[in-house]
């Protein structure tokens, strides 16, 4: 059970850095991603800092915003 458990904070770890870098290379402020997606800023933070458990809604919504593919967003995680 504790394996899962850090298995499942890797990944959400992962998939926060990979929409962190996503959003720095498009040059827009978490608060701007948040406003693009309907989430709230202090979610997206936790999200992007992997503290977070993202509904795929959530994931979606997200990469809409960032005008990506569901699946980049959770590549390599």
């Known amino acids: 059970m504790v394996m899962s458990n850090v298995i499942l904070e890797k990944t959400y770890d992962q998939i926060g ?3 962190r870098e996503i959003r720095m290379s498009m040059k827009i402020s978490q608060i701007e991603l948040a ?3 309907g989430v ?3 979610n997206l933070n936790r999200i992007e800092h992997g503290k977070a458990n993202p509904t795929v809604r959530t994931l979606h919504l997200i990469a809409v915003a960032l005008g990506v593919g569901l699946a980049e967003l959770v590549k390599d995680a």
């Open 35 to 37: 406003t693009r997606c």
């Open 40 to 42: 709230e800023p202090s």
């Open 17 to 19: 850095q990979r929409i």
